[in-house]
């Protein structure tokens, strides 16, 4: 939709991107170890990517999530819930769709607590 500037999913379109803005998507291989992550990672930056969505495990995303500060490169994973840095000055390009496992478990008492009291 943001290709072909089509303003039914995000209504205010227009304000957010330029005029002929394009996205294109590489995908890569679905493999969740390190290794994998930093080929991912290297072939993103080889193509001159603007963002990198991935990985969706943590392990791989603290090693990327240290990259990519390092060379100022946005990141996001969909997955990472151990990642304790996210938006510290070591991991400001970092961010997460998902709440991490520190945030869960802090909050996890107070839900239990809440749910033996009803």
Do not use: K, W
């Not at 990642?83 to 997460?96: H, L, N």
């Amino acid at each position: 939709h943001v290709t072909s500037g089509d303003s039914a999913v995000v209504p205010n379109l227009a304000r957010l991107v330029r005029t002929n803005t394009s996205i294109s998507l590489t995908l890569f291989d679905g493999e969740t170890t390190e290794a994998a992550a930093v080929r991912m990672y290297r072939a993103s930056r080889a193509i001159e990517a603007h963002i990198l969505l991935g990985p969706g495990t943590s392990a791989p995303a603290q090693l990327l999530g240290a990259l990519s500060n390092v060379d100022n490169f946005p990141m996001i994973s969909h997955g990472a819930v151990s990642v304790q840095s996210e938006f510290t000055p070591e991991y400001q390009f970092f961010a997460r769709t998902v709440f991490s496992n520190t945030v869960v478990t802090r909050a996890f008492p107070s839900l239990l607590l809440g749910l033996l009291l009803c």
